[in-house]
T-cell receptor
Framework: GAVVSQHPSWVICKSGTSVKIECRSLDFQATTMFWYRQFPKQSLMLMATSNEGSKATYEQGVEKDKFLINHASLTLSTLTVTSAHPEDSSFYIC???????????FGPGTRLTVL | DAKTTQPTSMDCAEGRAANLPCNHSTISGNEYVYWYRQIHSQGPQYIIHGLKNNETNEMASLIITEDRKSSTLILPHATLRDTAVYYCIVRVSGSARQLTFGSGTQLTVLP
């Protein structure tokens, strides 16, 4: 199957700092990638849809100025959590589907802890 | 996308078949049934999907009822590493469409 990677796998930062998370499709190209967030004992919640070469679309309640998404190439999307606060601590997961297919493949996730 | 209903949790003995049910009574004709699983602290893993015919791959089998209102994921010989939350998701095709996750079924494989 297709492989999606994320970096870093975990990060700890101080409140008020910014953190960048990378999502890469390793063996396929993807014009669309998705960013999800998962709090403990909860299911995945879609945050935003990342579109190559255009602006991301955000789900209701997700602040676009706080969660900056850049999809600069067909294999890389980045999520930057700006001015992070403890309530942003969560498991962030990205997914993508090879162009022309319907199956989404997920990255291993990034555990963010904001102190 | 159609709503799905799954049991909250299930247990299965190691080596036995695990049968995970999913109800999707409002499924429409162009919606597929997808199954993913999430092992603790990992990203979801694709298992299998189907439209109306039964499907089988190296991981599992998917049985869809004739009226398509329910389906069953079968892990033929469950191992301890199959312990995970299993998600049944119904959606139309298209790589630009996101997946909507419900609560899933926590499958625990017992030694």
């Amino acid at each position: 199957g297709a492989v999606v990677s994320q970096h870093p796998s975990w990060v700890i930062c101080k409140s008020g700092t910014s953190v960048k998370i990378e999502c890469r499709s390793l063996d396929f190209q993807a014009t669309t990638m998705f960013w999800y967030r998962q709090f403990p004992k909860q299911s995945l919640m879609l945050m935003a849809t990342s579109n190559e070469g255009s602006k991301a679309t955000y789900e209701q309640g997700v602040e676009k100025d706080k969660f900056l998404i850049n999809h600069a190439s067909l294999t890389l999307s980045t999520l930057t959590v700006t001015s992070a606060h403890p309530e942003d601590s969560s498991f962030y997961i990205c997914s993508a589907a090879p162009s022309g297919t319907d199956t989404q493949y997920f990255g291993p996730g990034t555990r963010l802890t904001v102190l | 996308d159609a709503k799905t209903t799954q049991p909250t949790s299930m247990d299965c003995a190691e080596g036995r078949a695990a049968n995970l049910p999913c109800n999707h009574s409002t499924i429409s004709g162009n919606e597929y049934v997808y199954w993913y699983r999430q092992i603790h602290s990992q990203g979801p893993q694709y298992i299998i999907h189907g439209l109306k015919n039964n499907e089988t791959n190296e991981m599992a089998s998917l049985i869809i009822t004739e009226d398509r209102k329910s389906s069953t994921l079968i892990l033929p010989h469950a191992t301890l590493r199959d312990t995970a939350v299993y998600y049944c998701i119904v959606r139309v095709s298209g790589s630009a469409r996101q997946l909507t996750f419900g609560s899933g079924t926590q499958l625990t494989v017992l030694p």
